[in-house]
């Protein structure tokens, strides 16, 4: 942040932890969790320090105020080769795997090879435990592309500051017709994974939405009861009880959804890689739609772009006062490791619309 007062909205303003570091979160997502009786804002991230590759894994920061952040570290680790398995930090966190197991998550954690992109976290108040899930991609054997694998990964930690054990990488829902318009995924890579983000509604069912068929749809779908897995099989699962299929056709990316007032709304970007587009919203009375589009929520200058941002979530601050932040990446692709984030306050308007309005540097009042 700019100072200890000012949140940095279209400036998109480098941000620093408190030992003078950048912020390496991107494509993340902030809310409050209250750990051994203290409530504090924590940070899930992207760690992009050395750019797209080497892969980071995930980092956290925590922060009292939203300004101070402290670094948290990375908590989930990637490895340089499958004999890591055997550094002490490994084995602590996985335990003696057998050769089978060990490869089955290298592939998702091989630093030289793996995507990771877009982590979120939810807490199971159930099982006690902190859950990411994340969109797990990059090359492996039969596929060389970064984007062909397009699986979600799951990982889960006893705190929200790790050591979170990666369990697995999987792909999701699908729509039941082989004669369907996959996108560039086809039939056989159906229940694609690409950008997604979490939903916990306030009955404690959690929801994860994605970008999949080649990214021209986008679904929701139900998580089990422990959110590690779907809640339904994926080849038994139910379109429009288990999952729905939303947006059909209009490619949409960078989900971000969040709860007002008996309203949901699901902030979305268009797919243009790491460059800027417009923003769309949409709201509808149940996580899993039906959802109604509601056009562009930036109305100032620069909304073709979404202010040189693309929707990473929204942070609900005060939900019972309507303080609602959206947290947006500004993507340097040259140069990942200092893609800005850009930080902006919700207008909430009459018949359940929103506004992005563009400031530059700006406060609560
Ligand atoms: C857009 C996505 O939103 C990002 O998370 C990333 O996958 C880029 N595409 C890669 O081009």
């Known amino acids: 942040m700019p100072d200890n007062k000012t949140f940095s909205g279209a400036a998109g303003e480098r941000m620093y932890d408190?030992?003078?570091?950048?912020?390496?979160?991107?494509?993340?997502?902030?809310?409050?969790?209250?750990?051994?009786?203290?409530?504090?804002?924590?940070?899930?991230?992207?760690?992009?320090?050395?750019?797209?590759?080497?892969?980071?894994?995930?980092?956290?920061?925590?922060?009292?105020?939203?300004?101070?952040?402290?670094?948290?570290?990375?908590?989930?680790?990637?490895?340089?080769?499958?004999?890591?398995?055997?550094?002490?930090?490994f084995k602590q966190t996985y335990g003696d795997l057998d050769r089978i197991e060990q490869e089955r998550l290298f592939v998702d954690l091989d630093r030289q090879n793996c995507v990771i992109e877009r982590p979120k976290i939810i807490y199971n108040k159930k099982t006690g435990k902190y859950v990411i899930w994340f969109h797990a991609d990059g090359r492996c054997s039969g596929?060389?592309?970064?984007?062909?694998?397009?699986?979600?990964?799951?990982?889960?930690?006893?705190?929200?500051?790790?050591?979170?054990?990666?369990?697995?990488?999987?792909?999701?829902?699908?729509?039941?017709?082989?004669?369907?318009?996959?996108?560039?995924?086809?039939?056989?890579?159906?229940?694609?994974?690409?950008d997604m983000n979490l939903f916990l509604d306030k009955d404690d069912t959690a929801y994860i939405i994605y970008s999949s068929e080649g990214n021209r749809t986008t679904y929701i779908s139900k998580l089990n009861d422990a959110y590690t897995a779907l809640?339904?099989?994926?080849?038994?699962?139910?379109?429009?009880?288990?999952?729905?299929?939303?947006?059909?056709?209009?490619?949409?990316?960078?989900?971000?959804?969040?709860?007002?007032?008996?309203?949901?709304?699901?902030?979305?970007?268009?797919?243009?890689?790491?460059?800027?587009?417009?923003?769309?919203?949409?709201?509808?009375?149940?996580?899993?739609?039906?959802?109604?589009e509601m056009g562009d929520p930036c109305p100032d200058v620069g909304k073709e772009t979404t202010y040189d941002s693309q929707s990473a979530c929204v942070i609900p601050v005060e939900e019972e006062n309507g303080i609602y932040v959206y947290m947006g990446d500004r993507w340097n692709e040259q140069d990942l490791a200092d893609s800005r984030y850009?930080?902006?306050?919700?207008?909430?308007?009459?018949?359940?619309?929103i506004a992005l309005p563009r400031m530059e540097n700006w406060t609560f009042n």
């Not at 490895?79 to 398995?85: A, L, N, Q, R």
């Not at 056709?249 to 890689?273: P, R, V």
């Open 18 to 89: 408190t030992k003078g570091k950048l912020i390496q979160a991107h494509g993340g997502q902030i809310q409050k969790f209250t750990v051994n009786g203290t409530k504090r804002w924590y940070w899930i991230g992207e760690d992009k320090t050395d750019g797209y590759r080497p892969c980071g894994g995930i980092h956290m920061y925590s922060s009292s105020d939203l300004f101070q952040l402290k670094d948290e570290g990375v908590i989930l680790r990637t490895m340089d080769t499958i004999e890591d398995f055997m550094l002490p930090y």
């Open 143 to 194: 596929s060389e592309g970064d984007y062909g694998k397009a699986k979600a990964g799951v990982a889960i930690a006893d705190s929200p500051t790790g050591n979170f054990r990666f369990l697995g990488s999987y792909k999701l829902n699908y729509h039941n017709d082989p004669t369907a318009d996959y996108g560039f995924d086809g039939w056989e890579n159906r229940g694609s994974v690409r």
């Open 231 to 292: 809640a339904a099989e994926r080849d038994t699962a139910r379109e429009g009880i288990d999952f729905t299929r939303n947006f059909i056709g209009a490619y949409k990316e960078a989900h971000a959804m969040f709860h007002y007032k008996n309203k949901y709304y699901l902030i979305q970007s268009g797919c243009t890689g790491w460059s800027p587009n417009p923003a769309s919203y949409a709201v509808a009375d149940c996580p899993m739609g039906p959802w109604k």
């Open 342 to 353: 850009v930080w902006l306050p919700i207008q909430f308007l009459p018949d359940s619309r």
